[in-house]
């Protein structure tokens, strides 16, 4: 069972047409939940940082929520420089190396203009 | 500007050849760790390192290697032993110790394997 799961897999969107990219953890002991964005043949660009239920961080046409099991990723009226694959990623005990951080498989997103 | 310098960008290498990645960093960076990416899967932690000298093996550290010799740089190897190389790798630092989930990333090698 993977324990950062996002959805959908892949989103298309029409310009100007907001939506929500989800990413949800089985994880126990959150300490820390990260967005990432990545142009495709490109390494990520970090975007937030959540720590505790209910923060939210926003940036530009990005809002990112966070619950006690899941994040959203709100992206209002975006624009075609918006298309990117979206990564979350956990940090937690359980996670792999020191760092305890555990990559979700990403939403590839597309606004069409 | 600070950043991460990955090169080659693009590697093919026959099978049975060792590789070697480089990774820079002018970031004064403490931590620098390096990623595997296959298609469908989220990113997976090959080594990392805290400091010069000291370095850790992450989730999926068999048929690689890798040095700290210098703080600004993390070069990795891909040996023969490693079985299924073709990916795309990614180099990555940190301020201060591991414990953050803040990376900055390069942009990347793609490695391909004849």
């Known amino acids: 069972e993977d324990q950062v799961t996002q959805s959908p897999e892949a989103l298309r969107l029409q310009e100007g047409e907001s939506s929500s990219l989800n990413c949800s953890y089985t994880?126990?002991?959150?300490?820390?939940l990260f967005w990432y964005r990545q142009d495709p043949g490109k390494g990520p660009e970090f975007l937030f940082t959540?720590?505790?239920a209910g923060e939210e961080k926003e940036k530009e046409r990005l809002k990112a929520t966070l619950t006690k099991k899941e994040s959203f990723l709100h992206i209002t009226a975006p624009k075609p420089e918006d298309s990117a694959t979206y990564l979350c990623?956990?940090?937690?005990?359980?996670?792999?190396?020191?760092?305890?951080?555990?990559f979700g498989k990403g939403t590839h997103l597309i606004i069409q203009p | 500007d600070g950043g991460i310098t990955q090169s080659p960008k693009y590697l093919f290498r026959k099978e049975g050849q060792n590789v070697t990645l480089s990774c820079e960093q002018n970031?004064?960076?403490?931590?620098m760790y390096w990623y595997r990416q296959d298609p469908g899967q989220g990113l997976r932690l090959i080594y990392y390192?805290?400091?010069?000298?000291?370095?850790q093996k992450g989730d999926i550290a068999e048929g690689y290697s890798v040095s700290r010799e210098k703080k600004e740089s993390f070069p990795l190897t891909v040996t023969s032993a490693q079985k299924n190389p073709t990916a795309f790798y990614l180099c990555?630092?940190?301020?201060?110790?591991?414990?953050?989930?803040?990376?900055?990333f390069g942009e990347g090698s793609r490695l391909t394997v004849l």
């Open positions: 990555a630092s940190s301020r201060g110790t591991v414990n953050t989930g803040e990376l900055f």
């Open positions: 994880v126990s002991g959150l300490r820390g």
């Open positions: 959540l720590y505790s």
């Open positions: 990623a956990v940090r937690h005990p359980q996670g792999g190396g020191a760092d305890g951080l555990t």
């Open positions: 970031l004064n960076h403490d931590a």
């Open positions: 390192s805290q400091i010069v000298n000291d370095f």
